[in-house]
């Protein structure tokens, strides 16, 4: 390894396996911070072309020789891909003592890498806290963006902070036993709050279908319609005031205690989809549990006969 200048690393040769949407934006911002991206693997031919246009310089080989050549190997492959890509590697015994070894994995620490790490590696998790869609502004992005990174010592945590820095995100330390419980609070912050919005979108189109006004789009299945344009500036509002007051942003009537409303929001969701109305009981149980809601609404949302019409 290159010697470091303060916590700055030198100029590292780069290696990403592979150049799909995390591996190819990361190259970007890497490359960015002065450092030199010498080989990618790409499989696919959507990954290829996106090796092309982002990384134009740089070979695209097979993983093995990918790893040959860096001094920073970067493992960018889904979570279910990533004990077979490091068996692998270690198995050709094509990474060379001394690499420092990266991979994106949210829900892995560094104890995935343990083969490469008794070859004399630096094994180091760095996860970036966002979605990628594959666009240009990802890139963008991963200067606003939040990484999680797990090291096996201060060494290599002030190697992945300043890797981090460098591209401009900001770097915060998680223990190898929490990085399953830090994944889990990420999918059910980024995946559970798309489900619940959809969830709304399908309940808003069931009340407005049918009844628009003269010369107004119809209400269909499409993205984007009314109902989305609706929703957007209240679920927008409501999750900035989540992670800006915490407790005191939860309204609505499970908050205000309101179990007529809750009752009849239950039977009205009932009638358009039952699934709809299993998700809101649950959603507004825990939202009951948060806002310390009176017996009453618990009486309603613990009911099995609570959202059938009276």
């Known amino acids: 390894m290159?010697?470091?200048?303060?916590?700055?690393?030198?100029?590292?040769?780069?290696?990403?396996?592979?150049?799909?949407?995390?591996?190819?934006?990361?190259?970007?911002?890497?490359?960015?911070?002065?450092?030199?991206?010498?080989?990618?693997?790409?499989?696919?031919?959507?990954?290829?072309g996106r090796a092309e246009r982002r990384l134009p310089d740089t070979q695209v080989l097979p993983a093995h020789d990918v790893a040959?050549?860096?001094e920073l190997l970067l493992l960018a492959v889904p979570d279910a891909e990533l004990t077979s890509v490091v068996a692998g590697l270690a198995a050709t015994?094509?990474?060379?003592?001394?690499?420092?070894?990266?991979?994106?994995?949210?829900?892995n620490g560094i104890a995935v890498l343990a083969p490469l790490t008794e070859q004399g590696c630096i094994p180091l998790a760095i996860h970036p806290a966002m979605t990628f869609t594959g666009a240009d502004e990802d890139i963008t992005r991963l200067s606003e963006c939040c990484f999680g990174i797990t090291a096996a010592d201060e060494i290599g945590y002030a190697i992945a902070q300043s890797l981090v820095l460098e591209i401009?995100?900001?770097?915060?330390?998680?223990?190898?036993?929490?990085?399953?419980?830090?994944?889990?609070?990420?999918?059910?912050?980024?995946?559970?709050?798309?489900?619940?919005?959809?969830?709304?979108?399908?309940?808003?189109?069931?009340?407005?279908?049918?009844?628009?006004?003269?010369?107004?789009?119809l209400v269909t299945g499409?993205?984007?319609?009314?109902?989305?344009?609706?929703?957007?500036?209240?679920?927008?509002?409501?999750?900035e005031n989540a992670l800006q007051r915490g407790q005191s942003a939860l309204t609505g009537p499970v908050a205000r205690g309101d179990a007529a409303a809750v009752r009849a929001h239950l039977h009205a969701m009932e009638e358009v989809n039952?699934?709809?109305?299993?998700?809101?009981?649950?959603?507004?149980?825990?939202?009951?549990?948060?806002?310390?809601a009176p017996n009453e609404v618990f009486a309603v949302l613990t009911s099995s006969d609570s959202g059938r019409a009276q």
């Not at 990474?95 to 949210?106: A, D, E, K, L």
């Not at 039952?274 to 310390?292: D, F, G, I, K």
């Open 274 to 292: 039952p699934e709809l109305a299993q998700a809101y009981r649950a959603m507004s149980l825990r939202t009951a549990q948060r806002a310390h």
């Open 168 to 217: 401009g995100g900001e770097p915060f330390r998680v223990r190898e036993d929490a990085r399953t419980l830090y994944h889990a609070a990420l999918a059910h912050a980024g995946n559970h709050v798309i489900t619940v919005v959809l969830d709304a979108v399908e309940a808003l189109r069931g009340a407005l279908a049918g009844q628009e006004l003269l010369g107004q789009e």
């Open 68 to 70: 040959a050549k860096a």
């Open 222 to 239: 499409d993205p984007a319609g009314i109902a989305e344009r609706i929703l957007a500036p209240l679920a927008r509002a409501s999750l």
């Open 2 to 48: 290159k010697q470091l200048d303060g916590l700055r690393p030198a100029r590292l040769t780069v290696g990403i396996i592979s150049a799909g949407r995390v591996g190819s934006a990361l190259g970007v911002a890497l490359e960015r911070a002065d450092h030199v991206v010498v080989a990618c693997s790409a499989i696919s031919h959507a990954s290829r």
């Open 93 to 107: 015994g094509s990474v060379r003592p001394g690499t420092i070894v990266v991979h994106t994995s949210g829900a």
